[in-house]
DNA sequence: ATTGACCTATTGGCTAGGCCACTGAACCAC
DNA sequence: GTGGTTCAGTGGCCTAGCCAATAGGTCAAT
């Protein structure tokens, strides 16, 4: 039925290509005549794929210079490479807390209404979940990407996304914490509260006192 | 500086043709060709349009059919995300403050004699190269690495190292300012003091400041 | 009247070839 | 050295054209 279209086929070649020859960020790809003529297809599906490739920010096609490889895919590896490590927990809170810090700050400054509509359903999420018992854990992740949102930044939002794994984790051992989801939701107020006030300051220190008291529960259920 | 690509406003005033006729899910875009003389540009230059908005998941492109509309609700950030990477720059900026400010916190707490020394060694081949009349562009990279090493965190060392591309063209751009070579130092000392006294605060602020010196100028840079 | 095969106009897919604009580096004059 | 100038390489965009897929009509067979 649907038909490939070729400029999808050229962008995976290049893709490969890339990959194969271990290409790094900065790199410059083959000029588009020559690409064409290697490929066996026109200059204009060449420029096609470059563009289908620009949009998802894999490549920035510099004219009269060439086409820059920024993306090298090798974003996995993080994730895995920390894995592997043991105590990894404290590495983990000072990532999320540089990000997130960052991120409230940010969110503080560029929050439109549409955002705090979406943080104020994220809290009423949390809240319902834990009056009922819950852990609210749902409402948590809610919040942390209505936050990650209204920063406006998609290589803030790009790095918080590959730890988001990791942090999951932590999330859900620190809510599992007696006492713990009540202090969570008022947490989560005053970052609220700061961001609606455009108190960049104040959201960034109200985040990282958040993620430090997730940090105390973590260190503590690390040691075994 | 930045030429707008010819697709991308295409690919905006299809968005806006889209969100001004109301038009709704399913409905067909009118042909390339009529497009293409309506608009003024020629039909390779639609179609390059219709590969991002394809790929931004606004249109399907049916072979013999026609471009149908998929996303409506969507359409209005979809112009944002293909300009997304036109400026960047002050999203580099934002990771690299979030990122090192805590970095440079960490390494005020961990750094150990190793760490100092190797700091001091990049600060005097800074000093030397600037003192020669150089941008001092080596001295840098070596100051923010031997930094980056003495906060001891994989994970945020693998994301400087994501971001380090980026930077460097940042980098550079900063210190061919006139001027810039010197206060950047005095930056850079400042830094290296707070590390030094282990003082986290300080040390985080100082790379804050030093983080938003070099946006100044990127940002006037990236004005034309 | 319904069905099915077959045209045909319309539309996107892709190519070829060309000219223009921008970048960077080598070069030259001062 | 410093500051223009030139030039080769590269992407941006265009014109012109043919090929391929779709939709919708026509018309014969049932």
Known sequence: MQRPRLYEQVAGQITEWIASNDIRSGD????????????GVSRATISQALVALEVVGAVVVRHG?????TDVAGTPRIVEAI????NRLPEIID?????ESKIAALAAQRRTDEHLARIDAALDAM????LAGGRGVEGDE?????????AASDLLSKMMQEISELVLETR???LG???RPRESLADHRRIADAIRAADPAAAARAMHDHVMRVSDVAILHDDE
């Open 177 to 179: 914490q007696p006492g």
């Open 65 to 69: 210079d060439g086409a820059i490889v």
């Open 28 to 39: 410059r790809l083959p000029p588009e005549r020559e690409l064409a003529t290697q490929l």
């Open 95 to 99: 990532a999320r807390d540089a990000l």
């Open 83 to 86: 894995r592997a490590h043991a």
């Open 127 to 130: 809240e319902a979940d834990v």
């Open 172 to 174: 859900i051992e620190s």
């Open 142 to 150: 809610l919040f942390h990407a209505a936050v990650t949102a209204a």
